[in-house]
């Protein structure tokens, strides 16, 4: 598993675990929690997968599945460093993808997102929608990493599984609008500045819903995609309103003018998730409460807003 020391990643190690597989992470650190990892029977690799002499073929070798989930995830950054989502999104992709196919391994799994979808104009959006112009670096790059890999699958021995997630929150939580709003209240407990006008419309998955999508679901075809997300969503105002009632706060909120946050933040993410549902998976956590759990585990892990402190 690549990127296994993060939110996602150590989740699904956790589950594979109590499932007696072994696992094997590939990672190395750079946004990773070892912490995560800390005295669980799991094989660490400390390597960079851009690496062009990372043995990633010896560490696949004998492997059932692979489970791609290493990525840049910063949106809003990616301006920043226009090449980052490029090197850390496709480039990494190709190489996992190769390794997998010299190493034998049959199923790859891939993490990508909802945001290749772009400004979908059906909504909920299927996976068979059209691609519209892409609106961010990086669902551009996870569009081109999908690109790569259903390539990858025409030599006819690697199969390939997406999933295109919406916005996952829960335990371990490392990054994100929740844990943006809960650093900012606990620093200045009267105020909360927002990017945009709050009226953004997000749909938001719990992990232990995405962990279970990622380890049960599986498609017939060589290239299969799915949607994951919940039916419903919320708008940011309807967010930030459960945050502060968690807290136990009141605070004066300072809304910006635009419908978005920043270049790329896409105002209205809603998937339809009717082929996961087909193939058995359903939510089990209403985003409210997906919500409030990440905050109840920030403030018990005040590590955590350090380290989003820290990244500003």
């Keep these: 598993m690549t990127g296994g020391a993060g939110f996602v990643g150590s989740s699904l190690v956790d589950q594979l675990l109590e499932s007696g597989i072994e696992v ?114 990086y669902g551009a790059s996870k569009t081109a990493a999908e690109g790569f890999l259903a390539a990858f699958t025409e030599r006819g021995n690697l199969k390939v599984t997406v999933m295109r997630f919406v916005s996952v929150l829960g335990p371990r939580y490392t990054h994100g609008h929740v844990l943006d709003f809960v650093t900012q209240l606990t620093d200045h407990p009267l105020f909360l500045d927002v990017l945009g006008n709050g009226w953004q419309r997000k749909s938001y998955m719990h992990i232990d819903d995405c962990v279970r999508a990622l380890v049960s679901l599986r498609g017939s075809q060589p290239f299969e995609v799915f949607n994951l997300g919940t039916s419903e969503f919320c708008t940011v105002r309807e967010s930030i309103g459960w945050i502060a009632a968690e807290l136990g706060l009141s605070p004066e909120i300072r809304f910006g003018v635009e419908d978005r946050g920043w270049i790329g933040d896409n105002p209205f993410i809603f998937l339809d998730v009717t082929k996961a549902e087909i193939h058995g998976w359903v939510t089990n956590r209403s985003i409210q409460s997906s919500v409030v759990d990440t905050v109840r585990w920030i403030n018990a892990n005040g590590w955590v807003m350090d380290l989003a402190s820290c990244r500003k």
């Design 24 to 137: 094997h992470v590939v990672d190395n650190f750079s946004t990773g929690q070892k912490r995560f990892l800390e005295q669980k029977p799991v094989n660490v690799h400390d390597v960079d997968l851009l690496s062009s002499g990372a043995p990633l073929e010896e560490i696949f070798a004998g492997a059932n599945c692979v489970y791609h989930l290493a990525a840049n995830a910063d949106v809003r950054s990616g301006w920043d460093h226009p090449f980052h989502d490029l090197e850390q999104n496709v480039k990494v992709t190709i190489r996992v993808a190769d390794a997998c196919v010299k190493a034998g391994v049959a199923d790859l799994v891939f993490s990508s997102t909802g945001s290749v979808y772009g400004e979908a104009h059906l909504i909920p959006t299927p996976e068979l929608a059209e691609f519209p112009v892409q609106t961010s670096l």
